[in-house]
């Protein structure tokens, strides 16, 4: 990618770099609760692409994922409540390192099992390891959940009394997610995934080592959604092992990734800007007097963009995109 | 502390419960086997049929074991609409489509369970509910052992249809090879439709023989299709005799999690032997199956 001033007089270059500055400045103006829904958001697109990794260019459906965030999230309030270890140490450094062993493991288990099985064995992995969380009661506070300890403003410890510095955070992840998953995708084990996908007898008879390049794609999708994981407990202050290893976490990021478009850098993107924002209004007009409405909006659209758009949002909203940015002065060379 | 009395009363307790197992994961490799399709809205069948039975019990005073003969019809016809009107649509799209296509069902059917029936528990109160059968210190309740009864008898009819009858031989002969079965005068949509009726039809059963034990509300589902999953996999997806043998196996690995591990944890042991299973056996213990 080349990065020019003449790059930013063209609507391609303008357009991605005002709407980066207008999320810049966003938390200035933005309400909390807004500001919420936007932490959400990015926050929610960093996880899926992380997903997308494995699930979208490998085509390796992980319904385990949630093991992972599970490990990010434990590691930095477990070792934060009991050895004072900063959650930069405790959650990214020995949950994702945890995150990656565990990938080590699922991967030796599952890799060689094809589509259901593997998918269904994922699964079994992420239920194994909430049940294991639920019942170490005496360490973990079982079901009950845990609470992270108080410290104030810390960026040693990642709190923060205003929600602002949560956003930009969230934010550097997404960006980093993207980037990740772009970078991925340009090299030559992105091509070896998207050969597995497409098929793995093939990619293996024209010499992919299939089960090291889906390995390093599950330990990378592990090591990042361990590090969301870490986030999310430092953001909402709470986890229980219900939540951050339950299966309908696992299903969400999936979710977010199919609905935006698998194996794309921007569908996890696109995805949860759509669904997540869709989700908390709807929760929050209709959530207090009709419960569970926003989860049939949620299944609903999955419905729908599965049968009628499967290959996602993203060809769409790359469209109608492109035709925006036809309507934008440009200055030609 | 461990004698062999509670030993033998969690190993029976355990085949109780794996019966039961063993009939939900039949509906699910009968939809996987013919259609292709892991169904993930399964335990959503289930939870319908235990509200259909509960409404019939509670405004018509219908007992839980009748019912079975209303929420299977029932359960048929859902199951054959959401086929006809969703699922035949992505027949020819990859996995994960037809994947999250069910999963995009379950949640819309577990949350308008949630938003008609509340998430209150409710159960069906029957005249044998209290009853309990004492065999050498070994204690099962009435209940219980109806169920388990009401499972084998009706694995054993529902094996007898897919090996001995047209239908079933029909159901099979499309399952394992959908051309030659259209040469030989089968249509393999009809085939489809019944297939998905039939293994929703299975689970609006079970909902009521277990409905005098159990307590139905919107997530009663998510617990029962995890585990059916593990059964079915486990017995090798598409293996009739793989799924009704694991049932009873994860019925008793379940039940002894409990009694060595934890209340709450009880299902570690089970997905353990399935994680095992498929290291040494990647296509389950008794080999996949196309019924």
Avoid at chain 1, 145 to 159: A, M, R, V, W
Avoid at chain 1, 223 to 228: E, H, S
Wanted: proline content about 4%; glycine content about 12%; some cysteine.
């Amino acid at each position: 990618m080349q990065i020019s001033v003449k790059s930013f007089t063209h609507p391609k270059g303008y357009v991605p770099l005002t709407f980066l500055i207008f999320l810049l400045i966003l938390p200035l103006f933005l309400p909390t609760y807004f500001l919420h829904i936007a932490i959400t958001m990015l926050f929610f697109a960093f996880v899926s692409e992380a997903w997308n990794i494995i699930g979208g260019y490998a085509g390796q459906l992980s319904l385990g994922n949630a093991a992972f965030f599970g490990l990010g999230a434990y590691g930095a309030v477990l070792l934060t409540h009991y050895y004072n270890i900063p959650p930069w140490i405790g959650g990214i450094v020995i949950g994702g390192a945890a995150a990656v062993v565990l990938s080590l493991i699922t991967g030796l288990v599952c890799f060689r099992l094809r589509s259901h099985y593997f998918a269904i064995s994922t699964l079994a992995i992420g239920e194994v390891m909430r049940l294991v969380f639920l019942n170490q009661r005496q360490i973990t506070f079982g079901a009950e959940g845990i609470t992270i300890p108080y410290k104030g403003n810390s960026i040693l410890y990642l709190q923060f009394l205003s929600k602002a510095p949560y956003y930009y955070i969230a934010l550097a992840l997404m960006l980093l997610g993207m980037y990740i998953t772009w970078k991925i995708g340009k090299s030559r084990l992105g091509h070896y995934l998207v050969a597995i996908n497409q098929n793995q007898d093939a990619a293996e008879v024209v010499g992919v080592n299939s089960a090291r390049a889906k390995q390093i794609a599950l330990s990378v999708s592990a090591f990042l959604t361990a590090v969301g994981g870490t986030f999310y407990a430092q953001y909402i202050y709470f986890i229980d092992p219900d939540f951050v290893f339950g299966l309908g976490l696992s299903i969400e990021f999936a979710l977010i990734a199919i609905v935006g478009g698998v194996g794309t850098v921007m569908g996890p993107v696109i995805g949860s800007f759509l669904l997540r924002p869709a989700m908390e209004s709807t929760n929050a007009l209709l959530g207090a007097t009709y419960m569970g409405v926003h989860l049939i909006v949620y299944g609903g659209l999955l419905i729908a963009v599965v049968m009628f758009k499967p290959e996602g949002l993203v060809g769409w909203v790359g469209g109608l995109y492109e035709r925006f940015l036809e309507l934008l002065p440009r200055k030609e060379n | 502390m461990l004698d062999a009395t509670v030993l033998t009363q969690a190993i029976v307790s355990g085949i109780l419960m794996g019966a039961i197992y063993s009939l939900v994961s039949l509906g699910l490799v009968i939809i996987f086997g013919v259609v292709r399709i892991v169904n993930f809205a399964h335990g959503e069948f289930l939870m319908i049929g235990m509200y259909a039975t509960y409404f019939l019990w509670a405004r018509a005073g219908i007992d839980p074991l009748i019912a079975v003969f209303i929420t299977a019809p029932l359960l048929f016809l859902i199951g054959a609409g959401i086929y006809k009107s969703l699922l035949r649509r992505v027949a020819a799209a990859p996995d994960f489509s037809k994947i999250f296509l069910t999963v995009g069902i379950s949640l819309v059917l577990q949350n308008i369970a949630l938003l008609i029936f509340t998430a209150n528990y409710w159960s069906v109160k029957t005249s044998y509910e209290r009853m309990v059968l004492s065999l050498w210190g070994i204690s099962i309740s009435y209940p219980r052992l109806i169920g388990f009864l009401g499972a084998v008898i009706l694995s054993f009819l529902i094996s007898l249809l897919l090996l001995k009858t047209d239908l079933g031989k029909a159901m099979r002969a499309v399952a394992q090879n959908r051309e030659v079965a259209m040469l030989m005068g089968i249509n393999p949509d009809r085939v489809y439709v019944i297939a998905v009726g039939l293994g929703a039809a299975v689970a609006g059963m079970t909902g009521a023989i277990i409905m005098p034990y159990f307590y139905v509300f919107p997530l009663v589902g998510v617990n029962f299709v995890v585990t059916c999953f593990a059964v079915a996999i486990t017995g090798g997806l598409g293996n009739i005799k793989g799924t009704l043998l694991c049932g009873p196996i994860f019925g008793i690995a379940e039940s002894l999690g409990v009694l060595f591990i934890g209340a709450d944890s009880g299902m570690i042991v089970a997905f353990l032997i399935l994680i095992l299973v498929l290291i040494f056996r990647p296509s389950g213990l008794l080999g996949e199956g196309r019924l």
